[in-house]
């Protein structure tokens, strides 16, 4: 049986852009099978590059690295192991706006 | 601000290194920061693996190709860190903050510390690395030679390591042959592409 997919849509720099995630797949990923090249470089949850902020529904993030009850209360989101849960909206690079909120909070903000 | 060809006689505010690279456009305080997020990484990377080599034991193959894995990071540490400077930055005063920059996930012994569980950390820590490294190549490639071919060294060994934990954990976990191309190096910790200033360094 066919694990459940969700319309993920992305708000990015270069326009809208919206593609099928499965919910066992991290969102980064199904938009690079789709020809979305979004930043990154870990792929573990930690060094922030990836960062979006959800703007409609709910993610779940797979084993991140670091990731605070504070970036989840601001609805930061890490692409590079975020799942849907929903059909799902979210603007993309975010990487410095979630330095600057670690930051602020005293919190880990890899490449600051 | 300051250019190559403005910089002053006598002027040791200003270094001419750091306004050449500017001028072709690289932004040094972005390189500044990924450099010490990635030397971080080796810190922690020596730190850790030390721990992970330590529970490698009856693997004592595994425990010789981590321990140039380990030795190799320390080289890439040592590498970069005069680099840092020469660009105009420094290392925090704060272990704990240096950590805190890393880029990369603290490779923590698993748990259990069984020998799959510790290659795949090690497989992982590596592939972090190649991308970190990776990032530092394209963001210098044509623009800043000295930090470039620093960067370029330890990419190369770093894809090395990645070859040595996927021959290791294919062999360990999934009685697989994924050769690697590994020869033996000529001592622990060789770094043939990155050691320098052996002398300095030995």
């Not at chain 1, 709910?58 to 601001?74: L, Q």
């Amino acid at each position: 049986m066919g694990q459940r997919a969700y319309r993920v849509e992305l708000d990015t720099p270069d326009g809208r852009r919206s593609f099928d995630c499965g919910e066992g797949e991290h969102i980064w990923n199904a938009a690079h099978t789709d020809s979305v090249l979004l930043p990154a470089i870990c792929h573990q949850g930690r060094c922030l590059t990836c960062s979006g902020r959800l703007l409609e529904g709910t993610v779940e993030h797979d084993h991140p690295d670091a990731y605070f009850p504070e970036d989840e209360a601001e609805s930061y989101v890490l692409l590079c192991r975020a799942m849907p849960r929903s059909e799902v909206r979210i603007r993309t690079h975010q990487e410095w706006e979630m330095r600057n909120h670690r930051i602020a909070r005293d919190l880990p903000a890899p490449y600051a | 601000m300051a250019t190559a060809e403005t910089v002053q006689p006598g002027d040791v505010t200003q270094r001419v290194g750091v306004e050449v690279i500017r001028a072709r456009g690289v932004d040094v305080d972005k390189l500044i920061k990924m450099l010490v997020a990635n030397a971080a990484e080796f810190a922690s990377t020596y730190y850790y693996y030390t721990i992970l080599r330590m529970n490698l034991a009856g693997h004592e193959d595994y425990k010789e190709i981590c321990e140039d894995a380990r030795l190799e990071d320390r080289a890439h540490w040592e590498l970069i860190v005069p680099r840092i400077y020469e660009l105009g930055g420094h290392l925090p005063n704060d272990l704990k903050e240096f950590h805190d920059q890393a880029g990369c996930r603290a490779a923590k012994l698993p748990d259990p510390p069984t020998a799959v569980n510790i290659l795949t950390l090690l497989l992982e820590s590596e592939r972090c690395a190649i991308r970190s490294w990776s990032a530092v190549c394209d963001m210098t490639f044509g623009k800043d030679p000295g930090t470039y071919d620093l960067a370029a060294w330890i990419l190369n060994e770093e894809i090395e390591h990645e070859a040595w934990f996927i021959e290791l954990l294919a062999h360990e976990r999934d009685k697989k042959s994924i050769p690697s191309g590994h020869f033996r190096r000529g001592e622990p910790g060789e770094a043939p592409y990155s050691k320098n200033r052996g002398f300095y360094n030995p």
